[in-house]
T-cell receptor, first 116, second 114 residues
Framework: AAGVIQSPRHLIKEKRETATLKCYPIPRHDTVYWYQQGPGQDPQFLISFYEKMQSDKGSIPDRFSAQQFSDYHSELNMSSLELGDSALYFC???????????????FGPGTRLTVL | AQSVTQLGSHVSVSEGALVLLRCNYSSSVPPYLFWYVQYPNQGLQLLLKYTTGATLVKGINGFEAEFKKSETSFHLTKPSAHMSDAAEYFCAVRSHTGGFKTIFGAGTRLFVKA
């Protein structure tokens, strides 16, 4: 079965550079979520999109922005990178229009961002 | 606001022993509850979830969890631990209403001794 695809899997950047992470949800999933997981920490919700519109916002820094495109893939843009941005960034997707309660989020393998 | 508390950042059991990972939630209404497992350098995989109905939920790999409203708990258990169960386990909650985000607990790392 198709899973959530994230690219790149690994990314190394210098401070103050920019980075773009991509997420391709499972086909027919309409909602995408972004999470940040620091070393030894739990995933922290950043932002989500439902049907290409922002649906919820968490602890996403102003230096970060994200969008969902017409093909439902999403991109997380990160500018003015700081050392503290080094983390594993997960994308997840779900299908919210199915009408089922408690829809499961399917997680991608993550992008490991290292800021030097 | 919703929150999740996982008691014990590390749990160590012997192979074949009972696994018990504790999770308590805080929510004005019973939320949707999830347990995820994360193996090193991998994404999160759903073990099981509670939405409505039967309070004892069975998941993959022999895990199960029981939703206890009176105790606001959703503890994860497995009768007999395997070496392959060693991983990080996250309890998570999601609201019935408004927004789609999932709130994760701090995680519990399970060690399984031979």
């Amino acid at each position: 079965a198709a899973g959530v695809i994230q690219s790149p899997r690994h990314l190394i950047k210098e401070k103050r550079e920019t980075a773009t992470l991509k997420c391709y949800p499972i086909p027919r999933h309409d909602t995408v979520y972004w999470y940040q997981q620091g070393p030894g920490q739990d995933p922290q919700f950043l932002i989500s999109f439902y049907e290409k519109m922002q649906s919820d916002k968490g602890s996403i820094p102003d230096r970060f922005s994200a969008q969902q495109f017409s093909d439902y893939h999403s991109e997380l843009n990160m500018s003015s990178l700081e050392l503290g941005d080094s983390a594993l960034y997960f994308c997840a997707s779900s299908r919210e229009t199915s009408g089922s309660p408690g829809n499961e989020q399917f997680f991608g393998p993550g992008t490991r961002l290292t800021v030097l | 606001a919703q929150s999740v508390t996982q008691l014990g950042s590390h749990v160590s059991v012997s192979e074949g022993a009972l696994v018990l990972l504790r999770c308590n939630y805080s929510s004005s209404v019973p939320p949707y509850l999830f347990w995820y497992v994360q193996y090193p350098n991998q994404g999160l995989q759903l073990l099981l979830k509670y939405t409505t109905g039967a309070t004892l939920v069975k998941g993959i790999n022999g895990f199960e969890a029981e939703f206890k409203k009176s105790e606001t708990s959703f503890h994860l258990t497995k009768p007999s631990a395997h070496m392959s169960d060693a991983a990080e386990y996250f309890c998570a909650v999601r609201s019935h209403t408004g927004g789609f985000k999932t709130i994760f607990g701090a995680g519990t790392r399970l060690f399984v001794k031979a």
